[in-house]
């Protein structure tokens, strides 16, 4: 709680760049909600993009509070469970949902290029590391 009033009265004076932030944070939820509709879109789900909007954060929300590893098997039964009330089929959500982990997966890809570039790097350090620790 501490750091909490402590960052409310840093930023206090700061109104415009906390509008920033809460107007960024709003257009990437826009922009992710919009993906997860056009994936929708693209297995034929026909379900409002109001709904969408309603069921995203409830999603999201479940699946980052279940004890589960990154939401597994609570999204994908959330996204069957509540765009099947909205007239979903159960395959075309789970769909959706199995397309937006590997949407994030792909999208996520190119960073690990420089991960992998830093530990060939470090092999040689490491190599010549464990050759001086090793009795002759």
């Not at 949407?103 to 991960?115: H, K, M, Q, R, T």
Request: proline share 5%.
């Amino acid at each position: 709680i501490k750091k909490v009033d402590d960052a409310v009265f840093h930023y206090h004076r700061h109104k415009w760049q906390l509008t920033k932030c809460i107007g960024m944070g709003l257009l990437v939820w826009i922009w992710t909600v919009g993906g997860i509709y056009l994936l929708g879109q693209s297995v034929s789900m026909q379900v409002k993009l109001i709904d969408y909007f309603i069921f995203a954060p409830i999603i999201f929300t479940a699946g980052a509070v279940f004890p589960s590893i990154a939401g597994l098997g609570v999204l994908e039964g959330l996204f069957q469970q509540l765009f099947g009330m909205a007239g979903a089929p159960a395959a075309s959500a789970v769909a959706v949902c199995l397309l937006y982990r590997l949407n994030c997966l792909a999208v996520s890809l190119p960073g690990a290029i420089p991960l992998f570039q830093e530990f060939s790097s470090l092999k040689p350090a490491m190599e010549e590391e464990e050759s001086a620790i090793e009795p002759a």
